[in-house]
């Protein structure tokens, strides 16, 4: 935190970044995300600008709104981030296999195999971003949460108080693509063992991101329109959860600590809600690739020290603001 | 061939070696498997032995019992030869992921990433099989017909007039796996101009072998019990066809030299039945991994020269023989 101004994040979901490459859409949407993103950081211009030269690859697209403005970030994974390569079966019939895709795309070319469409596995995308990013906050977590990746937590500092955390934010990998959709238990158990350890007195408050919603959005889903006690602005779907509960959602409700969990995946929802005694926010839809056309914007989340509090809206891509809520209360 | 021989063939089918490797039931499937190979190459005694010590992966154990008997052989990928590995949930839960199952299994141990269940590629598969085993006659395809991988021919030539081959057998790779089962546009014109070249005058008969069973065999089916014209055992299932046809079944319709096409993919299914000037037969089930626990066997191909001939039965592992057809008037 910089002395006298709030820490303020903004949550970037479902980019789908790199999707159908071998089309005009496909890049087309890349192009788009690109500036809905780039617009919602112009608004809420949370850092000074470092500019750093963009890179070719799907990932480094992705990171690059924020990294050309100097922002710091941090990933997690969602369930389309190693998903394997499927073969388009038109590549089969008459008309082939683009010959002009394998370099256009950037795939590995290796000169036995020709090009390669084996999918990027979550370990080396994770490492890519690491050691070529200066302002990347991710981490690639412990190696028996493994093949979950993105599992790690970071400490928000006071500027003015410098050994004091005023929030822990964990990043849990929710799954999908070359494995199943679930929060495992052995997650869970570190989540535990780290939150005691970090935060025993539970004075810090704890937030939660992870992709896939879990079960417990299904409770607390608003039926048709949004209203009190959840705030948001559509609600265009059901929830998609994720395959199985396995044990995260008891811990986190037995902490007081934890304030809220965030996530995305569901491109046409974008609420809070209360769950016991924390909230469960959707993240709002940020990218043009993949499914629905609803307007496309970024949930920013402040945490602000004195008076403590986390505050959270959405901020759209044409500039307007929407759905204000205190998740500290 | 050698002279005054018939030239013989043994089908191994759907042998699903490598299935659930980390349970007890997997491995001993695995070695049922061999002893039904065993067991058809004993009694049909097709070549003299060459002793060659087993190799511990899979693939290798599929081929031990015809290379341990000095057999030559050509293998042909069926749907299960790259499926990418799967995560079995309960991995995710609070039993977690089999610490020993890694260095039993031969996976991939790479230092920074643990152990890798990543599966194997066709590409990888048949490089190993074909630098590893003299006898093989398998080869990788021309690339411009990749991913599909497993598409070559083979002469078998006359002992007496060297220069004369009796039967050219194409092998195709009907995909699956990690993409479409299908057998693309492309390998039919490969098809097409390879036995056009070879075989301009239609002279020397054409025998095709592919793993998934072409829409051809729907329309062939027998209904209930399999009757004349249709020659079989057991007809215990629908047949399971690929997902779209690219045209090779016009361009072997309008050869008069092919002959019989031969697939595997249904475990419950072992018939042969005329489809216009050719015939489509099913191997017999070899493999004790997999679906369905019919009595396992191997469809028996031979060709013969004075007079030339191409018969067809199957042998069953406890050694009996039936549906004996001539697949040549």
Same mark, same amino acid.
């Given at each position: 935190?910089?002395?006298?101004?709030?820490?303020?994040?903004?949550?970037?979901?479902?980019?789908?970044?790199?999707?159908?490459?071998?089309?005009?859409?496909?890049?087309?949407?890349?192009?788009?995300?690109?500036?809905?993103?780039?617009?919602?950081?112009?608004?809420?211009?949370?850092?000074?600008? /470092?500019?750093?030269?963009?890179?070719?690859?799907?990932?480094?697209?992705?990171?690059?709104?924020?990294?050309?403005? =100097?922002?710091?970030?941090?990933?997690?994974?969602?369930?389309?981030?190693?998903?394997?390569?499927?073969?388009?079966?038109?590549?089969?019939?008459?008309?082939?296999?683009?010959?002009?895709?394998?370099?256009?795309?950037?795939?590995?070319?290796?000169?036995?195999?020709?090009?390669?469409?084996? =999918?990027?596995?979550?370990?080396?995308?994770?490492?890519?971003?690491?050691?070529?990013?200066?302002?990347?906050?991710?981490?690639?977590?412990?190696?028996?949460?493994?093949?979950?990746?993105?599992?790690?937590?970071?400490?928000?500092?006071?500027?003015?108080?410098?050994?004091?955390?005023?929030?822990?934010?964990?990043?849990?990998?929710?799954?999908?693509?070359?494995?199943?959709?679930?929060?495992?238990?052995?997650?869970?158990?570190?989540?535990?063992?780290?939150?005691?350890?970090?935060?025993?007195?539970?004075?810090?408050?704890?937030?939660?991101?992870?992709? /896939?919603?879990?079960?417990?959005?299904?409770?607390?889903?608003?039926?048709?329109?949004?209203?009190?006690?959840?705030?948001?602005?559509?609600?265009?779907?059901?929830?998609?959860?994720?395959?199985?509960?396995?044990?995260?959602?008891?811990?986190?409700?037995?902490?007081?600590?934890?304030?809220?969990?965030?996530?995305?995946?569901?491109?046409?929802?974008?609420?809070?809600?209360?769950?016991?005694?924390?909230?469960?926010?959707?993240?709002?839809?940020?990218?043009?690739?993949?499914?629905?056309?609803?307007?496309?914007?970024?949930?920013?989340?402040?945490?602000?020290?004195?008076?403590?509090?986390?505050?959270?809206?959405?901020?759209?891509?044409?500039?307007?603001?929407?759905?204000?809520?205190?998740?500290?209360?």
């Amino acid at each position: 935190m910089r002395a006298g101004s709030p820490f303020k994040m903004a949550l970037f979901a479902d980019l789908h970044f790199g999707e159908d490459a071998w089309t005009e859409w496909g890049p087309q949407q890349d192009v788009n995300s690109i500036k809905a993103m780039s617009s919602v950081l112009d608004s809420e211009t949370p850092a000074n600008n /470092i500019p750093i030269a963009n890179a070719s690859l799907y990932w480094d697209q992705a990171l690059s709104p924020t990294r050309s403005r =100097g922002i710091p970030w941090a990933s997690v994974f969602g369930n389309h981030d190693d998903a394997p390569f499927e073969w388009p079966m038109e590549w089969f019939s008459a008309s082939g296999i683009p010959q002009l895709v394998c370099p256009m795309l950037n795939f590995t070319y290796s000169g036995e195999l020709g090009c390669n469409f084996r =999918g990027t596995s979550r370990l080396q995308l994770m490492k890519n971003e690491i050691d070529n990013n200066m302002l990347s906050y991710s981490r690639s977590g412990p190696k028996d949460l493994w093949p979950g990746v993105s599992n790690y937590v970071l400490q928000v500092m006071s500027q003015e108080k410098p050994q004091t955390p005023l929030a822990h934010l964990y990043f849990l990998d929710s799954g999908g693509g070359t494995y199943p959709e679930v929060i495992s238990s052995a997650q869970a158990e570190w989540f535990k063992s780290m939150s005691e350890e970090m935060n025993p007195d539970s004075r810090i408050a704890e937030i939660i991101f992870w992709h /896939i919603p879990s079960k417990a959005y299904k409770k607390v889903a608003p039926k048709f329109i949004i209203h009190k006690p959840c705030v948001g602005s559509i609600n265009k779907e059901k929830v998609a959860a994720q395959e199985d509960e396995m044990g995260i959602m008891k811990i986190l409700v037995k902490r007081p600590s934890v304030k809220a969990v965030f996530v995305g995946h569901n491109h046409g929802l974008d609420w809070c809600c209360p769950y016991k005694k924390l909230w469960l926010c959707y993240a709002r839809h940020t990218g043009y690739g993949g499914y629905g056309n609803w307007p496309r914007g970024s949930r920013i989340l402040e945490i602000s020290e004195e008076p403590f509090s986390i505050k959270s809206w959405i901020r759209m891509e044409d500039g307007t603001v929407h759905s204000e809520v205190i998740l500290s209360s």
